[in-house]
């Protein structure tokens, strides 16, 4: 193990991204109170605002003096630089500033300053702080998930018929991704053995956490991005869950989806059926 790999090292790490994600928070949920100037992006879905460029300098200036010779990726630089960032080897931070814009812009409560730090390519710390509902989730390797500092574990569903899944629209208008992912979402609700329920949150982040946490047992999207999935992946794993590529392949942050479950059993009875979702071009 390296000296960045170290308990110490990756414990003053998750501290650190603690401190910047609560002051983050602060500032997003003080602008979720005034008027809000809203641009679009990839779609008329895909919502930025200026508070999510503004959080997203705050995280990233405070990281770089702390770790100036670390690498960053954020979702609205990458939205700015035209090119789709490269994940290294290198300890690259990836920082999504508000994961969930549509809801920040809706008033919807599940907005949150996602952090994740990965290493080898693999997150190794991850902070995701809901600053609507004030819940702070965190993680490092090996260290165990807490929310609120609090340790959080995963449910121990195993059967589809009695899980709550999560899912999202997305931001895509893209048809050949949405109906995949209708096509399998419709299939895993109907008889023979239909998934309990579904539910739509509109952040990543979030929906990674509350299968963390337990109150959700599952969760799959198929349009995401590195920076909506890099905090969470590390939070479910120490939370005792497992992630992955919904082709059941190990889970890649670069690709461009994610599937989540908190018991390895019914992440095989879902990848049978999101094996079978499409995904955007772009790595
Ligand atoms: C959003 C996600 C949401 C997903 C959207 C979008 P943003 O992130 O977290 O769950 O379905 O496609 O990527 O744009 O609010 O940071």
New binding site residues.
């Given amino acids: 193990m390296t000296e960045e790999q170290s308990e110490v090292t990756l414990e003053e790490y998750l501290h650190t991204a603690l401190k910047i994600a609560r002051q983050a928070g602060n500032v997003a949920k003080e602008a979720s109170l005034l008027d809000k100037q809203v641009e679009t992006k990839t779609s008329t879905a895909?919502l930025v605002t200026e508070t999510d460029k503004r959080v997203e300098e705050l995280v990233i200036s405070q990281l770089r003096h702390h770790y100036p010779t670390h690498r960053f990726i954020g979702?609205e630089c990458a939205a700015d630089g035209g090119k789709y960032p490269e994940l290294t080897d290198h300890p690259t931070w990836i920082i999504?500033p508000?994961?969930?814009?549509?809801n920040f812009v809706h008033g919807y409560p599940f907005s949150a300053v996602s952090i994740g730090l990965a290493i080898d390519k693999t997150p190794v710390v991850g902070v995701v702080y809901n600053f609507v509902m004030d819940q702070m989730f965190a993680a490092r390797k090996g260290g165990g998930a807490t929310m609120n500092g609090t340790p959080i574990h995963v449910s121990k569903c195993t059967e589809p018929t009695k899980a709550m899944i999560l899912v999202?629209t997305?931001?895509?208008k893209k048809e050949r991704l949405l109906q995949s992912k209708f096509d399998v979402t419709y299939k895993l609700a109907k008889e023979p053995n239909p998934v309990e329920s579904f539910r739509c949150i509109?952040?990543?982040?979030v929906?990674m956490c509350s299968v963390a946490c337990g109150i959700a047992d599952g969760y799959y999207?198929n349009?995401?991005?590195c920076w909506?999935i890099a905090g969470g992946d590390i939070i479910v794993r120490e939370a005792g869950g497992v992630t992955m590529f919904p082709t059941g392949d190990p889970l890649d942050v670069m690709r461009r989806g994610v599937l989540c479950a908190g018991t390895q059993e019914l992440a095989a009875k879902l990848v049978a059926f999101t094996k079978q979702l499409e995904f955007p071009n772009t790595i």
């Fill in positions: 895909d979702e999504d508000i994961d969930g814009t549509t999202d997305g931001s895509t509109g952040s990543a982040a929906a999207e349009d995401l991005h909506d």
